[in-house]
């Protein structure tokens, strides 16, 4: 069993910044595959970024790629998203996950594990 919170969401302006962390309960951890989704009002859940347990493997969606980096530290339980050059379209409630192993990294249903979410709000 895993819980995870996410936290470091907020109110930013366009081409701003946010680091969210996802602290993750639990023994385990480092035997997870983590994620990030977001969601924004009337749409689907959307991938964000994913990294393998041993950080040797990152992915991410096509939104973020080139502003966003995602990184893990095991010995603190957490896992990090770096947002760069925010824009007005990342709006959304961003959630963590974790995956005891994956298939499709950028697939919801891949993940067993899901924090309550962190709202970021980029205003134009």
């Known amino acids: 069993q895993v819980q995870l919170v996410e936290s470091g969401g907020g109110l930013v302006q366009a081409g701003g910044s946010l680091r969210l962390s996802c602290a993750a309960s639990?023994?385990?951890?480092?035997?997870?595959?983590m994620g990030w989704f977001r969601q924004a009002p009337g749409k689907e859940r959307e991938f964000v970024a994913a990294?393998?347990?041993?950080?040797?493997?990152?992915y991410y969606g096509d939104s973020v790629k080139g502003r966003s980096t995602i990184s893990r530290v095991n010995a603190e339980d957490t896992v990090y998203l770096q947002m760069n050059s925010l824009k007005p379209e990342d709006t959304a409630v961003y959630y963590c996950?974790?995956?005891?192993?994956?298939?499709?990294?950028?697939?919801?249903?891949?993940?067993?594990?899901w924090g309550q979410g962190t709202q970021v709000t980029v205003s134009s």
């Open positions: 639990g023994r385990t951890f480092r035997s997870y595959a």
């Open positions: 990294i393998a347990w041993s950080s040797r493997a990152t």
């Open positions: 996950a974790a995956a005891t192993t994956w298939v499709t990294p950028n697939a919801p249903n891949e993940y067993d594990y």
